[in-house]
C-alpha cells in the first residue's frame, strides 16, 4: 500500500540546523510531486514546501524560503528537508505527503510526522 | 494570500446528527478546496478535493459542496469514529500560495 515514513526529527538548539527525511512505498515515487507540511501543537497545518517528480522545481512558503531547502532521491524513493537557521517557532510536527502536483489541489497520503523541537 | 476561515471553531454534536461544517476564503479559489481529517495524535488525511470530490475510501456520509469563497463539509449522520478535527485547504496562483484553515473540532455534546 501506499506509504510515507519521516525519519530524521528531534532537539536542536535555537540557530541549528536537522535534516528531516521520508521514505515512500506502494506508488510511483519518481512520477509524483511531494510535499513538506508542518503542525506546530494546537495549530492546523501549514504547507512548507514541494518538490517536482524529476525534482526540477521547488516551491517554498515565504515562512522558510532562503533557511529550508527540499529535495529527493529517486534512486531512493526518499525525500528530505534540510533545515537551517532554526527558530523556536519552527517547533512542530513534520509531515511529509504526495502532492497531486500540477492544475489540481489534494495532498495524500502523509506519513505519520516526526517531531522537531527547537529549544535551548 | 488566501486566508481560509473556518466555522464554527467547536461542534457538539451527538451520533446520528448532521453536522455542517464551513469554511470561507478570503478571495476566490474557484473550486480548489480540500477538506482532511485529523484525529488526535495522528496525521490528517484526505476527505474531500475540488470542494465536492470525495478521495477514495471515504463513506458516502461525507460530502463537500461549493466553489468561490463559501464552502461546506456535511456529515450526514455521525459515526463514532468521526468525531476528529476538520481542516479546510485550498491552493491558488503561481507560483502556488497553499493554506489551511484554523480547523473545526467535532466533539461529542
Known amino acids: 500500500q501506499v506509504q510515507l515514513v519521516e525519519s530524521g526529527g528531534g532537539l536542536v538548539k535555537p540557530g541549528g540546523s536537522l535534516r528531516v527525511s521520508c521514505a515512500a512505498s506502494?506508488?510511483?515515487?519518481?512520477?509524483?510531486?511531494m510535499a513538506w507540511i508542518r503542525q506546530a501543537p494546537g495549530k492546523g497545518p501549514e504547507w512548507l514546501a514541494y518538490?517536482?517528480?524529476?525534482?526540477?522545481?521547488?516551491i517554498y512558503a515565504d515562512s522558510v524560503r532562503g533557511r529550508f531547502t527540499i529535495s529527493r532521491d529517486n534512486a531512493k524513493n526518499s525525500v528530505s528537508l534540510q533545515m537551517n537557521s532554526l527558530r523556536a517557532d519552527d517547533t512542530a510536527v513534520y509531515y511529509c505527503?504526495?502532492?497531486?502536483?500540477?492544475?489540481?489541489?489534494?495532498?495524500?497520503?502523509w506519513g505519520q510526522g516526526s517531531l522537531v523541537t527547537v529549544s535551548s | 494570500e488566501t486566508v481560509l476561515t473556518q466555522s464554527p471553531a467547536t461542534l457538539s454534536l451527538s451520533p446520528g446528527e448532521r453536522a455542517t461544517l464551513t469554511c470561507r476564503a478570503s478571495q476566490s479559489v474557484g473550486t480548489y478546496l480540500a477538506w482532511y481529517q485529523q484525529k488526535p495524535g495522528q496525521a490528517p488525511t484526505l476527505l474531500i478535493y475540488?470542494?465536492?470530490k470525495r478521495a477514495t475510501g471515504v463513506p458516502a456520509r461525507f460530502s463537500g459542496s461549493g466553489s468561490g469563497t463559501d464552502f461546506t463539509l456535511t456529515i450526514s449522520s455521525l459515526e463514532p469514529e468521526d468525531f476528529a478535527v476538520y481542516y479546510c485547504q485550498q491552493r491558488s496562483g503561481w507560483p502556488p500560495v497553499i493554506t489551511f484553515g484554523p480547523g473545526t473540532t467535532v466533539d461529542v455534546k
Open positions: 506502494g506508488f510511483r515515487f519518481s512520477a509524483s510531486y
Open positions: 505527503a504526495r502532492d497531486c502536483g500540477g492544475d489540481c489541489n489534494w495532498f495524500d497520503p
Open positions: 475540488d470542494s465536492s
Open positions: 518538490i517536482s517528480g524529476p525534482g526540477s522545481t521547488t
